[in-house]
Every structure is written in C-alpha cells, then in structure tokens.
C-alpha cells in the first residue's frame, strides 16, 4: 500500500505545477517529497557549501542512534553586529519532534530555504533581517523517528514530553525515565542555555492541528506576558492569518514536559507551538509544499520580521540630577512590559565594557548583582508597560554623582526567567541642574531680584511715556 501511494504521489507530481516563490522554489521532488535525514543531510550541506556568506551549518548532537541534528545558522556573518553596534536578535526554531509529522519539519526546512533563496536574489527585507538578527534553525530533531515514520524516538519515548519543566505532571504516555532523558532533547536543552540563551522568539513546529499554541501547556492560566501573546494574535489576524492562536492547556489539551513550556518557563523565550495542518504517515504530499505552508511561512516571515519587539526596548528620556534627587522618563518602545526595572550608576573611571547582571528571585524579592562591585543601585525597582512610559524620581544615594554612569537594568519579558540585560544611559539625555540653573531659568520671575528690578525699569519707562 505504501508503495502504491508513494507511486501516485510521484505521478502526480510530474502533472503538477511548482509554485514559484520569491528565489525560486527546490526541484520537484523537493516540492512533493518529504525529507530523510539523508537527503535533508545532502540539502543543508549544499547550502553551507553554495552560500558560506550566510550560512553557517553546525550540529546540536546526535540522536540515540548518531545521526546529527543539523542546525542551520543564518545572518549576514560580515558584521557581527547591528550597523549601531549592539547585538543581533535572535530567532530559536525547532521542527519534528514527532518523526511523523513532516509538515513540522518542512515548515522548518522551508524557513531556512525563504531566507536563503531572498538572500540570493537580493530581496531587501532578508537583507534587512540578516543584518539584524541571527536564525537558529534545528530542522529535525527526531531524525531516528522521522526515519521510520512514528511518533516517538527510538526509544519509544514522546520527545515533546521529555524537557525538565514540570515533567510528567499530566501523567502523560511514555515522557521517557525521566527529564531529559533522551540524547535529542538533552541536545536541545544545551543548544538553548550554552548557544541561544538570549534568544527573542522560540517556536517549535508540529502537525495535527492547525493552531498555534503558546504557553502555558501545564495550566489553563494566562502566561505573564500575556500581552504581548494577544498583540501578536491580532496582528496575524488583522493582517496575515485566521489561524487560532490560543493558550495550548485551552487550545489544545492540558500537557507537561513541552518544548514550549520549558522555552517560557525555564528560559525566559516568548515561544510558540506552530501545529500546521494534519500530515502524517505519508511520505509526501500532492499539493506542493510551497503552497501548502504559504500562508504559515507568511506567518513566521511577520514573527521573524518584528522579532525586535519581542522584548522590553527600555531608553531614558531627560535624567535630570538635582542637589538632592533624580527624576527621568522611561519609555518602553516594544511590545512587552518589564515589572523589574532599576536604575544604576557606575563610578567615573571604572572600565564598564562587558558589564553583566545576574538576577535572583529569593523569597518572592528579585535581586540584582551587577558585575562591577562599585555600581549602586537608585532607588527601587519599577515597571513600563509595552508602547508605554513611566515617570521615575529617587532620592539620590550617598557618593552619587554626574561625574560617572548611569545605567538601565532590566528584565527582557515579565516572567521572572527572562534574561536581565545591562544598557547605558547616554550621555545627552542627562541634564545638570544646580541652583545657579535655577536662577537662571526663573530670573523672569518678578521674585528674583534680576526680574524685580526689569519690572521697575519697565514701570518707570511707562510712567514716563504717560506724563508725555
């Protein structure tokens, strides 16, 4: 039977026409045929081999039987930075945990190739997106299970339930030994904390149902960044899709040991379940790939295209330094509110190039140790909300002064595993003031003797036009 389906498939291929995206589309086997672990070694090879200026093609690790798990690493590798000089965003995406649901893998294949073949025919946005951001792409996870076309890996265990976030907490079939147990899901565990520890967006790509899920999976609640989830629901909505984007618990069913839950949870990533549409145990499809998952590829181009709102984008506007206190305005230019925001200052002379946070959470308090042992903390920590600002004023600290830096600590996302990132405050957006300002500012005042005496010269010089 499966013969006969494969037959019919490649007959019907010969009579059917590609679709022609922008870079051109693969042969039409490609368009038809789902990947191998063989043949999907063949295709990221040759495209690390044909486009070395943007691809760059290194393993994750080995599945329980050795074949390695391709990442495909995607950006404009002649600059190792944005064009101000701070650091490119970075998209995480995953496919085919479950070796049976191709359509996972492909939409994970087809991202890597868009962006590829746009490069190549000098489409500005990639051109945008490659001198932005870095794509971190692991097409196929299960490759021993992909192979022999089943659910689990070799082992018989459900990767997706596998990841150290609650595991086994639903009682869920075959999670495996326990968190971590199988070399594909450790692989991708390390690949997150060591290589994409800050990533900005995390989507791992299924099929069965078409849905895209976001946290949480374990409980029905709303994750705490749960307005930046609805924002995207709507302008996917709005402009591009009506695809359900809903909590997995709701939208799906209840589930622990999830990819996604520990992305959110564990690793602080907004993170995404893309299930695209039911596809499984075939070994390819009669509609070509490049239109089947158009609409869903339309879909990751938006979630990659705007990654940079995908965290907090604090900056200071007017840090004013009076005798006895400090004042700014904090505005939030992303899509995602921050509740632990602090201000700090580093001493004049203290080499501030690589400074780091580290942020705890004890006892329900949130600390943070900056790596410079001289910085000090002003005042206490605050929230902006997403395309927002907030006022601050603080006393100001003993020791405290213009002659040194200021900076913003912060947390990329609310939930409290999202990374703390370290920014400074420039320079011109800090103002002086000292009380000669303030005579200066206010000598139009009738108060001030400089005003009181314009007053006077100003009333004889009308009583004297007058008595003309």
Do not use: C
Not at 29 to 44: F, G, K, R
Not at 158 to 184: C, I, K, M, V
């Amino acid at each position: 039977m499966r013969a006969k389906v494969i037959l019919g498939i490649l007959l019907l291929s010969v009579f059917t026409p590609i679709a022609q995206a922008q870079g051109g589309q693969p042969d039409i086997v490609q368009e038809h045929w789902y990947h191998s672990h063989a043949t999907l070694t063949i295709d990221v090879n040759a495209w690390a081999d044909d486009h070395p200026d943007i691809v760059d093609l290194t393993s994750a690790g080995q599945t329980e039987l050795g074949r390695e798990l391709w990442v495909v690493r995607l950006s404009d590798w002649s600059v190792d930075t944005k064009l101000d000089g701070t650091q490119k965003d970075i998209v995480y995406i995953d496919g085919g945990h479950h070796g049976n649901e191709h359509l996972g893998t492909e939409l994970a294949f087809l991202t890597a190739e868009y962006y590829i073949e746009g490069w190549a025919s000098g489409d500005e946005e990639v051109q945008r997106v490659f001198a932005n951001t870095e794509l971190h792409i692991l097409i196929m996870l299960n490759a021993d299970g992909n192979d022999i076309d089943t659910r689990w890996n070799i082992n018989q265990v459900d990767l997706n339930r596998n990841y150290d976030h609650h595991w086994n907490e639903h009682d869920e079939t075959q999670p495996g030994s326990g968190p971590f147990s199988e070399a594909e899901t450790l692989a991708n565990s390390i690949y997150m904390n060591t290589v994409v520890p800050n990533a900005d967006l995390y989507v791992t790509m299924h099929t069965g149902v078409w849905i895209m899920l976001y946290p949480w999976g374990l409980i029905p609640e709303q994750p705490s960044d749960w307005e930046l989830f609805h924002s995207i629901r709507e302008e996917i909505h709005e402009t591009i899709s009506e695809i359900p984007v809903e909590n997995a618990n709701q939208g799906l069913y209840p589930n622990s040991g999830t990819s996604r839950d520990y992305g959110y949870g564990i690793m602080g990533y907004p993170t995404f379940t893309f299930e695209t549409d039911d596809e499984q145990w075939a070994p390819g499809t009669v509609e070509p790939l490049s239109s089947r998952l158009g609409e869903e590829l339309e879909v990751m181009q938006f979630l990659i295209s705007n990654v940079w709102h995908w965290r907090a984008r604090l900056h200071i506007h007017d840090l004013i330094i009076d005798e006895d206190s400090i004042s700014a305005t904090v505005v939030n230019n992303a899509r995602t509110s921050t509740s632990n925001a602090t201000l700090w200052w580093l001493p004049e002379g203290i080499d501030a190039t690589n400074l780091s946070v580290t942020n705890e959470l004890i006892d329900e308090n949130r600390t943070f140790t900056l790596s410079a042992t001289e910085a000090i903390m002003i005042g206490d920590f605050f929230g902006v909300n997403a395309t927002n600002s907030t006022k601050i004023s603080f006393d100001i600290p003993e020791k405290v002064s213009a002659d040194g830096t200021f900076f913003l600590v912060y947390q990329k996302r609310v939930i409290d595993s999202s990374m703390a990132v370290v920014e400074p405050v420039h320079d011109e957006e800090i103002i002086v003031a000292s009380p000669e300002d303030d005579i200066w500012l206010g000598g139009w005042g009738i108060f001030d003797p400089t005003g009181f005496m314009l007053a006077l010269l100003a009333a004889a010089w009308w009583v004297s036009r007058r008595s003309l």
